[in-house]
C-alpha cells in the first residue's frame, strides 16, 4: 500500500503565494508521473501540472506562468510552487501519483486525501 500526504495549504491573499508538499511513502519501487489536481466547489476535479520522473513537466493554461511543479525523486516527494495566487485557485488540491509497487508489477495511481487553499482579501 502507498500513502501520499499533502501539506502546505491555507489562506492566502490576492497576489500572494503558497507551496504545496506531497509525500509518497510504502510499498514503492518506482514512482512515475506525479501531479497536482484541484477541485473548486460545484465544480469537476481538473489537472493543474503534472512532472514525470525525468523532470519533464506540464502545466494547466490556467497554472502557466503563475506556478512551478518540482519533485525530490529521493524522497518520493512532489512539489506545486503557486505564486501571483487569484480567488479563482480557491479549490481543494489533491496529490496523484503512478507508482509501481514492484519492478515486474503494474503502476496504480493513488491519491493524497487533499489540502485547502483559499485566496481572499
Known amino acids: 500500500q502507498v500513502h501520499l500526504v499533502e501539506s502546505g495549504g491555507g489562506l492566502v491573499q490576492p497576489g500572494g503565494s503558497l507551496r504545496l508538499s506531497c509525500a509518497a511513502s510504502?510499498?514503492?519501487?518506482?514512482?512515475?508521473?506525479m501531479a497536482w489536481y484541484r477541485q473548486a466547489p460545484g465544480k469537476q476535479r481538473e489537472l493543474v501540472a503534472a512532472?514525470?520522473?525525468?523532470?519533464?513537466?506540464r502545466y494547466a493554461d490556467s497554472a502557466k506562468g503563475r506556478f512551478t511543479i518540482s519533485r525530490d525523486n529521493a524522497k518520493n516527494t512532489v512539489y506545486l510552487q503557486m505564486t501571483s495566487l487569484k480567488p479563482e485557485d480557491t479549490a481543494v488540491y489533491f496529490c496523484?501519483?503512478?507508482?509501481?509497487?514492484?519492478?515486474?508489477?503494474?503502476?496504480?495511481?493513488?491519491w493524497g486525501q487533499g489540502t485547502q487553499v483559499t485566496v481572499s482579501s
Open positions: 496523484n501519483a503512478g507508482v509501481k509497487a514492484t519492478a515486474a508489477g503494474f503502476e496504480d495511481q493513488y
Open positions: 510504502g510499498s514503492i519501487f518506482r514512482v512515475n508521473v
Open positions: 512532472i514525470t520522473s525525468g523532470g519533464s513537466a
